[in-house]
Structures are given as structure tokens and as C-alpha cells.
């Protein structure tokens, strides 16, 4: 079936390690984005990929690299620079351009002890 | 960029229509309205997106006003599992990011 996967759902780490979030599509989709989403808030864009070897920061970028090697993948690391990562991460695709819907993973809720 | 302005919190009761209202006063004449949906924990849920027209599917209706200044997502027949939050997003013009606010949470009542 096609769609989007997330990888781990539920992570831990220690404070201070960098850890490193799956997102694969099979849509053939052009565009990714990596959101968060704190308690009772709404998402967050932290950074987005148009294509292949390119991406943009979001709006909360600072403590978060991305990669776009392939296609299909778009791997998010939460740096420990990232002062409170605990947080729910949403990976998404999509066709770049209007009238095209996005596509979202079922998340990874990541947990920093 | 358009902005969207939702209500935070709306209930309805099961089997009767909700009417979830968004205002985006500042849309562009080429700019969409998308709706989404995010049941607790999960991830979003696509529903459906108008230019101008009003728009159906099998989960839901859009009406966009005239001046397209505004819209409603109407679900003609609530149930439980529609209990979720709602976002109304005009994709940022030019480059078409999705910018999630924090919606409207709807809950249908027994």
C-alpha cells in the first residue's frame, strides 16, 4: 500500500544525545515537511524539501537538521542544541504546487529524560 | 500570507450537521482553502480544499463565500469518530507551505 511511515512511534533518549527520526513515503512525492506538535498546540513547520538534495528552514529550525539524499526519505536528528525536544513529530508529503493535498505520517512521540 | 482565524472549541451532537466556520480575510485570488482533521495522537487527516466553488466528498462539504473571505466545512451527519480537532490552512502564496494554527476542536455529544 502506498503511504507515508514513521519510525519509532514512541522514542527515548537521554539528554544531550542527538537521535535521528524515519520518515519514508512510497508516493512518489515531490515535497516533505517535518512538524512539531507540542500539548494542545497546534503544528509547527520545523523545516521543509522541495525536491531531492534541497530543503528550507521552517519556523523553528534552531536544534534540528534534516537530510534529502533520496527521494523517499527525509530523516529529521533533534540535536541536543534543541533546548525541549520532548514533543509529538509529524512527517508529511506532498506534491509541490496548489491544489494537492499532504499526506502525514501517524508520528513519532519523542521523549528526552 | 493568509492567515486563517478559527473558534477554539465547538460541540455539535451526533447525527445533527456541524458548520465549521474559518475566516481568511487576506486570501489571494489564487490561493486555496484546505481543511484537515486530527483525531487525538494521530496524524493529519486530508478532507477536502476549494479554490472558489463550493466544493463535496464523501467526508464533507466547503462553502467558500462569494468574497472568499470565509468558508465552512460542513460534516451533514456528526458522529463520535468525528470528534477532532479542525484546521483550516491557505497554503503560504508562492510557496505552498502548509501553516497549521491550532484549529478548532470539535466534539460530538451522545
Known amino acids: 500500500d502506498g503511504g507515508i511511515t514513521q519510525s519509532p512511534k514512541y522514542l527515548f533518549r537521554k539528554e544531550g544525545q542527538n537521535v535521528t527520526l524515519s520518515c519514508e513515503q512510497n508516493?512518489?512525492?515531490?515535497?516533505m515537511y517535518w512538524y512539531r506538535q507540542d500539548p494542545g498546540q497546534g503544528l509547527r513547520l520545523i523545516y521543509y524539501?522541495?525536491?531531492?538534495?534541497?530543503?528550507q528552514k521552517g519556523d523553528i529550525a534552531e536544534g534540528y537538521s534534516v537530510s534529502r539524499e533520496k527521494k523517499e526519505s527525509f530523516p529529521l536528528t533533534v540535536t541536543s542544541a534543541q533546548k525541549n525536544p520532548t514533543a509529538f513529530y509529524l512527517c508529511?508529503?506532498?506534491?509541490?504546487?496548489?491544489?494537492?493535498?499532504?499526506?502525514f505520517g501517524q508520528g513519532t512521540r519523542l521523549t528526552v529524560v | 500570507d493568509a492567515k486563517t482565524t478559527q473558534p477554539p472549541s465547538m460541540d455539535c451532537a451526533e447525527g445533527r450537521a456541524a458548520n465549521l466556520p474559518c475566516n481568511h480575510s487576506?486570501?489571494?485570488?489564487?490561493?486555496?482553502v484546505y481543511w484537515y482533521r486530527q483525531i487525538h495522537s494521530q496524524g493529519p487527516q486530508y478532507i477536502i480544499h476549494?479554490?472558489?466553488n463550493n466544493e463535496t466528498n464523501e467526508m464533507a462539504s466547503l462553502i467558500i463565500t462569494e468574497d472568499r473571505k470565509s468558508s465552512t466545512l460542513i460534516l451533514p451527519h456528526a458522529t463520535l469518530r468525528d470528534t477532532a480537532v479542525y484546521y483550516c490552512?491557505?497554503?503560504?502564496?508562492?510557496?505552498?507551505?502548509?501553516?497549521f494554527g491550532k484549529g478548532t476542536k470539535l466534539t460530538v455529544n451522545p
Open positions: 490552512i491557505v497554503p503560504q502564496g508562492g510557496s505552498e507551505k502548509l501553516v
Open positions: 524539501s522541495q525536491i531531492v538534495n534541497d530543503f
Open positions: 487576506t486570501i489571494s485570488g489564487n490561493e486555496y
Open positions: 508529511a508529503s506532498s506534491m509541490w504546487g496548489a491544489n494537492t493535498e499532504a499526506f
Open positions: 476549494g479554490l472558489k
Open positions: 508516493l512518489n512525492h515531490d515535497a
